[in-house]
């Protein structure tokens, strides 16, 4: 199986060649590495042409956001004939065995499409705070990686090592740029579910990933870092396919007001500021919402009716 890794860097040159070097450690006999700039500004294009001049660099002409950026990439992945495609961030560091494991854990089930790693601290040998959060259920199974079932079944994994096989884009479309960055990947399992594709981690695959990158660098990011956040779980929690418009609108209205109520118990004006210019953006944005409910709906009704 051909695979293609898509680096997706935006002002990651403190991490990106620490994760190139990983990487070029894999061991995996037919794999190629893409690397998608953002249009970063601290140099970080000039360090893959100058210490890995023989990777592919694509230097996209303004920041495009996570969805759009790795789009980028994955269609340049397809069109060089990718069985898999890996999305993997910058601030991450795999270990020589990840993709193989990865891509046997593919290879194992048929409907098995979209497959994620174990996610262990940037600088150390324990779990980082996805692993113990979304995968709470299943860290004793984890702690003895060789005793671990082959994969196990779940409901999305995150986007910082996402690897999917080919024909799940070519059935369902690649990362819906609706979401400039965050809840996309779960959106993607969602949308893949609910074609009768589904989502594993490869228990054995293990990567070190520091969580956050870019988005920490000072308080004015970390605060668009909330604020895309945020904009991302509205859309999502408004586009579900599983159920009707007025429930969507329901969960919305709750989410909403959770927001609000931590916010005013927070005493955070700018955070209540910028709820509120949210939902001016998302007014704005209600036909394209609306269409991808409307979209994502039909895909699963489709299913349901081959079934």
Request: charged content about 30%.
């Amino acid at each position: 199986m051909q695979a293609a890794v898509i680096v997706l860097n935006y002002e990651g040159r403190r991490w990106l060649g620490a994760c190139l070097d990983a990487l070029r450690e894999t061991e995996y006999p037919d794999f190629r590495i893409i690397v998608i700039d953002n249009a970063s500004t601290d140099g970080s294009a000039s360090l893959v042409r100058e210490r890995f001049p023989d990777l592919e660099l694509i230097v996209n002409p303004a920041n495009l956001g996570f969805c759009e950026g790795n789009n980028v990439g994955i269609r340049r992945a397809l069109e060089e004939g990718a069985d898999y495609v890996v999305l993997l961030n910058p601030d991450t560091r795999v270990r020589p065995g990840w993709l193989k494991e990865l891509i046997d854990v593919g290879e194992s089930e048929p409907r098995i499409g979209i497959i994620g790693a174990v996610q262990l601290e940037y600088d150390g040998e324990e779990f980082n705070s996805w692993t113990q959060t979304a995968l709470a259920a299943h860290l004793d199974e984890l702690k003895e990686p060789a005793r671990a079932r082959a994969w196990i079944g779940v409901e999305w994994v995150e986007g910082a090592c996402f690897a999917v096989k080919r024909p799940v884009f070519e059935e369902i479309g690649l990362l819906d740029p609706i979401y400039f960055a965050f809840y996309e990947e779960i959106d993607f399992c969602r949308r893949a579910r609910n074609r009768n594709w589904r989502a594993a981690l490869a228990p054995r695959a293990r990567i070190h990933h520091h969580r956050g990158g870019s988005w920490e660098a000072d308080a004015r990011i970390r605060r668009e870092r909330d604020y895309r956040c945020d904009r991302s779980q509205f859309i999502y929690a408004v586009t579900d396919p599983g159920r009707s418009a007025a429930a969507n609108a329901k969960l919305y209205l709750v989410t909403l007001g959770t927001k609000i109520k931590d916010a005013l118990r927070a005493r955070s004006a700018s955070r209540l500021w910028d709820l509120g210019r949210m939902q001016l953006e998302l007014a704005a944005e209600a036909g394209a919402i609306r269409r991808k409910w409307l979209k994502d709906r039909e895909r699963r009704e489709i299913t349901e009716h081959t079934e």
